[in-house]
Structures are given as structure tokens and as C-alpha cells.
């Protein structure tokens, strides 16, 4: 079974960014699909980002342009870079990977932008 580790949130003023990681505890060359999510207060759980193994990615359109997605294999690890970042970008960030036809998440990182 895949382990996910999601680091680098915090808060930031608006138009600020951050990198944040997502460490995959094996191979990310075998995972199908990695992606980021997110979850603002008091909504459902949103798709921000997703990357598959042909390299094909997939954004939100409220982060186009803002947000790109990642992979280091020599790490075993995906970023997601975001970058002018806007008080509704607020919320927790889970990184999800499919394995094996099986979703994963990881445990979340807190994002907050202030205005």
C-alpha cells in the first residue's frame, strides 16, 4: 500500500506562494495517477491538480496559470508550486495517488492566505 506525506503549507498574504511536497513511500513511476486536492471550509473536497504517468495534466481552472504540478522520481515526490495566491485558495491540501486501481490520501497540510 502507497503512504503519502504532504508538507509545506502555511500562511502567506495574498500573491504569495508556496511549494508544497507530496513523499510517496514507493515508486512514483508506478503510481497511475498523483494529484492534489483541496478542501476549503464548509465545501466538498475539489481537484486542484493531477498528473498521470504519460504526463498529461489536468488543473482546476480557478489555478490555471497560478498552480503548476510536479514530479521528482529520484525523490519519489510531487510538488505543487502556487504561486499568486488569493484568500480563496485557503483550505486543507491532500495529496491522492492511484495505485493499483486503489486511491490513497495523504494525512493534508493547511493552507492559509491572508487578504
Known amino acids: 500500500q502507497v503512504q503519502l506525506v504532504e508538507s509545506g503549507g502555511g500562511l502567506v498574504q495574498a500573491g504569495g506562494s508556496l511549494r508544497l511536497s507530496c513523499a510517496a513511500s514507493i515508486s512514483i513511476f508506478s503510481i497511475d495517477i498523483m494529484g492534489w486536492y483541496r478542501q476549503a471550509p464548509g465545501k466538498q473536497r475539489e481537484l486542484v491538480a493531477d498528473?498521470?504517468?504519460?504526463?498529461?495534466?489536468n488543473y482546476a481552472d480557478s489555478v490555471k496559470g497560478r498552480f503548476f504540478i510536479s514530479k521528482d522520481y529520484r525523490m519519489n515526490t510531487m510538488y505543487l508550486q502556487m504561486n499568486s495566491l488569493k484568500p480563496e485558495d485557503t483550505g486543507v491540501y491532500y495529496c491522492?495517488?492511484?495505485?493499483?486501481?486503489?486511491?490513497?490520501w495523504g494525512q493534508g497540510t493547511q493552507v492559509t492566505v491572508s487578504s
Open positions: 491522492n495517488a492511484v495505485w493499483k486501481t486503489t486511491s490513497t
Open positions: 498528473l498521470t504517468t504519460n504526463r498529461r495534466t
